[in-house]
């Protein structure tokens, strides 16, 4: 598989990829049809799709979830990652390619009635690749002298601030001039440290990409799940519509639709099951002539202060490419599955 289309199926699956816990960053007013991104420096813009009507959620004598945020609240979440890949025809692999577990930091810098500001702080990320050599950003001896894995170890100890809306929607990455040039520091002292000669402009191109796709995923999926307006019964559902990009300047608009499960001992169980819709750009209709993704998840969130108790999302896509002689790749068809945990700790003291 060439580099080009693995990271396209990469990102098919990124939703909750890093910091932010689980898709939900759904539009925040009610559903019309959102305006495409505008294509930059002449680069091709995907076809606008009118997003579906929204559901709006059974009101009635039901609870009305809501995020109680209180500036000073410091806790920690744990994640853990499983990426799995295969082309079809090969026999069903449980060995993931990847396993990723992160530890992050949450503090609630300020807070109001209608949001918050969020700082989340990466502390420690281990990475076990399939046949490779496992890191872990606390291990004493020195990084290791592999780019990939310092382009991964480049985020932890820069801490990244959110600005939140009533409901958990990430509105805003604030400061990310500031977070790019802390993140371009750590990267170039990892390599110092590691070793490696002065990155080429290609190596600190490719950095960036990465950093910046990062921050996207924050921002389209947010870092929160969105919890209704409405109030909700046990048994009522709603859909929101969440837009996320992909490669190949091209747009993926998943249609995520929640049932409230259940309501006890102080907790909510929701589940929710999507698919996505592609705006393909004409590169992706070449080079992917067919495109399938979906999810399924439950989270677990507390009753009274609305916080992520316990989220668990997988990510599937499916995707035929076609060949690419002069890169050698015959094409086929390939699939990805993510697996994403992610569960709270106990509150962090000072």
């Given at each position: 598989?060439?580099?080009?289309?693995?990271?396209?199926?990469?990102?098919?699956?990124?939703?909750?990829?890093?910091?932010?816990?689980?898709?939900?960053?759904?539009?925040?007013?009610?559903?019309?049809?959102?305006?495409?991104?505008?294509?930059?420096?002449?680069?091709?813009?995907?076809?606008?799709?009118?997003?579906?009507?929204?559901?709006?959620?059974?009101?009635?004598?039901?609870?009305?979830?809501?995020?109680?945020?209180?500036?000073?609240?410091?806790?920690?979440?744990?994640?853990?990652?499983?990426?799995?890949?295969?082309?079809?025809?090969?026999?069903?692999?449980?060995?993931?390619?990847?396993?990723?577990?992160?530890?992050?930091?949450?503090?609630?810098?300020?807070?109001?009635?209608?949001?918050?500001?969020?700082?989340?702080?990466?502390?420690?990320?281990?990475?076990?690749?399939?046949?490779?050599?496992?890191?872990?950003?606390?291990?004493?001896?020195?990084?290791p002298a592999d780019a990939f894995a310092l382009e991964r170890l480049a985020?932890?100890?820069?801490?990244?601030?959110?600005?939140?809306?009533?409901?958990g929607a990430t509105l805003e990455l604030v400061d990310e001039p500031g977070?790019?040039?802390?993140?371009?520091?750590?990267?170039?002292?990892?390599?110092?440290?590691?070793?490696?000669?002065?990155?080429?402009?290609?190596?600190?191109?490719?950095?960036?990409?990465?950093?910046?796709?990062?921050?996207?995923?924050?921002?389209?999926?947010?870092?929160?799940?969105?919890?209704?307006?409405?109030?909700?019964?046990?048994?009522?559902?709603?859909?929101?519509?969440?837009?996320?990009?992909?490669?190949?300047?091209?747009?993926?608009?998943?249609?995520?639709?929640?049932?409230?499960?259940?309501?006890?001992?102080?907790?909510?169980?929701?589940?929710?099951?999507?698919?996505?819709?592609?705006?393909?750009s004409p590169t992706m209709a070449r080079l992917l002539p067919r495109a399938?993704?979906?999810?399924?998840?439950?989270?677990?969130?507390?009753?009274?202060?609305?916080?992520?108790?316990?989220?668990?999302?997988?990510?599937?896509?499916?995707?035929?490419?076609?060949?690419?002689?002069?890169?050698?790749?015959?094409?086929?068809?390939?699939?990805?599955?993510?697996?994403?945990?992610?569960?709270?700790?106990?509150?962090?003291?000072?």
């Amino acid at each position: 598989m060439t580099r080009g289309l693995g990271l396209a199926l990469a990102a098919l699956t990124l939703g909750p990829a890093c910091t932010q816990a689980t898709p939900g960053a759904a539009e925040r007013a009610q559903p019309g049809p959102a305006p495409a991104p505008a294509a930059a420096g002449g680069a091709e813009a995907p076809p606008t799709v009118a997003d579906p009507p929204p559901t709006p959620p059974a009101v009635g004598e039901g609870l009305a979830l809501a995020y109680r945020f209180t500036a000073g609240d410091r806790w920690r979440e744990a994640v853990d990652l499983e990426l799995h890949s295969s082309r079809a025809g090969e026999a069903p692999d449980e060995t993931p390619t990847m396993i990723q577990r992160r530890r992050e930091l949450f503090e609630i810098v300020d807070a109001g009635p209608d949001g918050a500001s969020v700082r989340v702080t990466l502390e420690r990320v281990e990475l076990e690749p399939r046949g490779g050599a496992a890191i872990d950003s606390d291990a004493e001896a020195p990084p290791p002298a592999d780019a990939f894995a310092l382009e991964r170890l480049a985020l932890v100890d820069v801490p990244m601030t959110y600005r939140l809306g009533g409901d958990g929607a990430t509105l805003e990455l604030v400061d990310e001039p500031g977070l790019r040039a802390a993140a371009d520091g750590r990267w170039e002292a990892l390599r110092a440290e590691a070793g490696l000669a002065a990155p080429t402009a290609e190596e600190r191109a490719r950095f960036r990409h990465s950093v910046a796709d990062e921050l996207t995923s924050s921002r389209e999926w947010g870092i929160r799940p969105v919890l209704p307006r409405a109030p909700v019964a046990v048994g009522g559902a709603w859909t929101e519509s969440v837009r996320t990009s992909t490669l190949f300047n091209a747009e993926v608009v998943w249609t995520i639709r929640h049932a409230l499960e259940a309501a006890d001992d102080g907790r909510v169980t929701i589940t929710r099951d999507g698919e996505a819709a592609f705006n393909k750009s004409p590169t992706m209709a070449r080079l992917l002539p067919r495109a399938d993704a979906g999810l399924a998840g439950e989270l677990v969130v507390d009753r009274e202060s609305g916080a992520l108790l316990r989220a668990e999302t997988t990510v599937t896509a499916l995707v035929e490419a076609a060949p690419q002689p002069d890169a050698g790749f015959p094409g086929g068809t390939l699939k990805m599955r993510r697996i994403v945990k992610r569960r709270r700790l106990d509150d962090a003291a000072e």
